[in-house]
């Protein structure tokens, strides 16, 4: 099990996993202090905590592989170097759109660290079992939102659909194959980007439907593509740099 | 227009209907007022914690969670709508006030240790 291909391989895989967590974290912490009420600022802020503390997990596991540590992984690499997909580096945009993606993205992910409960790699196993609970919360609380405010007034529901045809075709970025993915389909490791679409869609489609939301077509599945590989949209150079402002301003400063 | 205030909380104020005019809130109008209740271990009593505001109770239930069970352990959570809470009068406070000379309605009145340590020595030397 340690040839170079079958580490790399897990790696990049680890990578990309880490590298969503972190960037949505991000973007969904930015909602923290103007959310649309005091409780739901909370639960969101708190959900974007949830998603950097995974990303920590998945570095923290690159680094016992012999990667740099958890700060200098996330904090310190170039944009090329990130291999998150392009949903997640969209700005926040209205409530509606933020909430759209979450409820997207977090049933990739809830189905994703379910298929990886079983990988053959233990460490990504184990970590997969911690992160379920926190997942299944934030599919709920995405749920919550999408029912209640289908079942709202019509520029509530105008607005949820009009999200839901926006982001809706770019959602399929989560799901761009790692390039090394047919080895960790052959290790065990993972079932493979395709098997976990065709469970997404099965999935949000039964709930969209019972709220009223009309799912826009399936797209050419290249749309959004290039994020594993390096290539970005044009928001994350500015979240990056945002995000390294107080790093960079006093570089090696003691916390 | 009179500048009564550069604070925007007081300027407010002006905005308000005048004294005579009754604002009539109708049932459910705003959001619902739900008290949360809190279990920290399965078996164990569910403790009153506070209140949220929410349009629905699965609502409710996602802001309880955010506020009363973000930190140390939970094992579940009740709302209950506040208006379903039937509640005695603060009026009618006295009726818990009793008198103290009714000391054989409390269990500090009966002398019981002795009659137990007796019969608990007769059963040792049985």
């Known amino acids: 099990m340690s040839n170079p291909e079958y580490t790399n391989a897990v790696k990049e895989f680890l990578y990309k996993m880490a590298d969503d967590q972190l960037i949505i974290g991000h973007r969904n912490s930015e909602w923290t202090g103007i959310g649309p009420i005091l409780e739901e600022d909370i639960a969101f802020g708190s959900i974007a905590q949830d998603k950097v503390g995974h990303a920590y997990n998945i570095y923290q596991l690159l680094h016992e592989m012999g990667e740099a540590d958890p700060d200098t992984i996330a904090f310190q690499r170039d944009e090329k170097d990130f291999k998150c997909c392009h949903l997640v580096e969209l700005p926040i945009g209205e409530y509606d759109f933020s909430l759209v993606r979450h409820f997207l993205f977090d049933h990739a992910e809830l189905l994703r660290f379910e298929m990886l409960s079983n990988s053959s790699f233990e460490p990504l196993a184990n970590l997969a079992k911690k992160f379920k609970g926190e997942i299944k919360y934030h599919v709920f609380h995405a749920n919550t939102w999408i029912k209640q405010l289908m079942n709202g007034t019509e520029e509530s529901k105008a607005r949820i659909q009009s999200s839901f045809n926006s982001v809706f075709p770019i959602a399929f970025s989560i799901f761009e194959k790692s390039p090394l993915e047919d080895v960790l389909i052959s290790e065990g490791v993972f079932e493979g980007e395709e098997i976990l679409t065709n469970k997404w869609l099965e999935t949000i489609r039964t709930i969209v439907n019972s709220c009223g939301v009309k799912l826009p077509d399936v797209p050419d599945k290249s749309i959004g593509y290039g994020g594993r590989k390096g290539y970005h949209t044009e928001y994350l150079n500015p979240l990056l740099l945002e995000m390294t402002e107080v790093l960079r301003s006093e570089p090696g400063a003691e916390w | ?126």
Do not use: C
């Open chain 2, 1 to 126: 227009m009179k500048i009564i205030s550069l604070d925007p909380r007081i300027a407010r104020l002006s905005d308000l209907p005048e004294e005579s005019e009754t604002v009539i809130v109708e049932h459910e109008e705003g959001w619902i007022t739900f008290e949360v209740f809190h279990q920290k271990k399965k078996g164990t009593r569910h403790t009153h914690v506070g209140i949220v505001h929410a349009p629905n109770a699965e609502m409710a239930i996602v802001f309880a969670k955010e506020s009363f069970a973000r930190r140390g352990p939970t094992t579940n959570l009740w709302v209950v709508k506040s208006e379903d809470v039937v509640a005695t009068d603060y009026d009618d406070s006295d009726i818990f006030d009793t008198t103290p000379d009714k000391q054989y309605r409390e269990a500090g009145f009966y002398k019981t240790r002795n009659k137990i340590d007796l019969l608990k020595d007769s059963e040792a030397h049985e």
